[in-house]
């Protein structure tokens, strides 16, 4: 069964800047289409952007031009590179493959004003 491991989330000030990893175990990264997903405070979890197995990406309106979606396939890793960030980017932060599989337990991003 495939595992995936959120981290680098913390507490930042407004314009501020944070990278989070996904560490996917299992043989088959390569081949997926990874996603990150967030899901703020009373709300339900949503998709923000995802990069392909080729290394094509695609961002929701809400984080284009704030945010990168990069993958290292030596290291199993996807990476979400977040900038300019607003309060409003508050949210458990989710990595998965697309299809989506099981999901990990999240990394916490918190700005504040």
């Known amino acids: 069964q495939v595992q995936l491991v959120e981290s680098g989330g913390g507490l930042v000030q407004a314009g501020g800047s944070l990278r989070l990893s996904c560490v996917v175990s299992?043989?088959?990264?390569?081949?997926?289409?990874m996603g990150w997903y967030r899901q703020p405070p009373g709300k339900q979890r949503e998709f923000i952007t995802r990069?392909?197995?080729?290394?094509?990406?695609l961002y929701d309106a809400s984080v284009k031009g704030r945010f990168t979606i990069s993958r290292d396939n030596a290291v199993n890793t996807v990476y979400l590179q977040m900038t300019s960030l607003k309060p409003e980017d508050t949210a458990v932060y989710y990595c998965?493959?697309?299809?989506?599989?099981?999901w990990g337990q999240g990394t916490q991003v918190t700005v504040s004003s």
């Open positions: 998965n493959g697309i299809p989506n599989m099981n």
């Open positions: 299992g043989s088959i990264f390569s081949t997926l289409d």
């Open positions: 990069i392909s197995s080729g290394g094509f990406t």
